[in-house]
């Protein structure tokens, strides 16, 4: 497992006092202002938040040390990074990264259907996709069809809603 997970982009500047905007890539943009440290880019520069609220689905967040619009426009593009350890997720959730690559696996036959490379969020219910070789299926993530899912194993347990993996 990565120790820092991407949880953002910084898109544009706010103000005159070196705020930033930041696009939220988890469920709640309120999620981000729960921290007091991010970390900005490649080389993970720290960032100590000073104070962040939510706007318009977007974050804006002063970060210590960054007071002018011009210093905040440098920080402009990059993607924002929590740490891993600084988040204590409920049971039965999960970060998209730690689904990405898991082998999916029938839980009655065991047979193997490939790996999840994508996760779509759609609103109601979130779907999962899983290639194996060139062909791909989109699996809904309901109870009815998710068994287990094991990231220390890197396995997800599926029961197929029927004709799900059925050849054309």
Known sequence: MKEFIETGKIVNIHG??????????????EFICEFDILYLGKDKK???IEN????KNMVLAKFKGIDTPEAANLLRNNIIYIDRNDVELEEGTYFIQDLI????????TNEEYGNVT????TGAN?????????K??????????IVNIDIENSV???RPLEGLFDED
């Open 46 to 48: 720290l960032l100590q």
């Open 118 to 121: 994508d996760v779509f969020q």
């Open 136 to 145: 791909i299926v989109l699996i809904p993530a309901i109870p009815d069809v």
């Open 52 to 55: 962040a609220r939510v706007h």
């Open 16 to 29: 005159l006092r070196g705020e930033v905007k930041i696009m939220p890539w988890s469920d709640d943009p």
């Open 126 to 134: 979130d779907v999962y996709e899983v290639k194996n070789g060139d």
């Open 101 to 108: 690559g898991l082998k999916v696996i029938n839980a009655d």
């Open 156 to 158: 997800l347990m599926i």
